[in-house]
């Protein structure tokens, strides 16, 4: 029995599996939202995406929280001085 050998081969297997990630549509970064959260803000790029729950372990970006993004290109709007 090369019991060492095994332990390596299920941790690698654990770590492969994605379960309770997504991937940021913007930055490609895979983050992890909290269980059964209905938006998600990427840490790495700060994009705020709302989230549907495809099975418990299973989160899927439904689109972009408009929002918070509408507020964002406005106030940068704001700093160019408007239309
Ligand atoms: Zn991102």
């Known amino acids: 029995m090369t019991g060492s050998h095994n332990k390596t081969l299920a941790e690698k297997s654990i770590k492969g599996r994605t379960t309770g990630q997504f991937r940021c ?33 299973e989160p899927r970006i439904r689109g972009p929280v408009w929002e918070k993004h509408e507020k964002l290109s406005r106030e940068k709007m704001a700093e160019k001085g408007g239309a």
């Not at 209905?38 to 549907?52: Q, V």
């Open 25 to 57: 549509l913007y930055c490609f970064e895979r983050v992890i939202p909290p269980k059964n959260a209905t938006e998600y803000t990427c840490t790495k790029c700060g994009y705020a995406w709302r989230i549907w729950w495809f099975s418990p372990n």
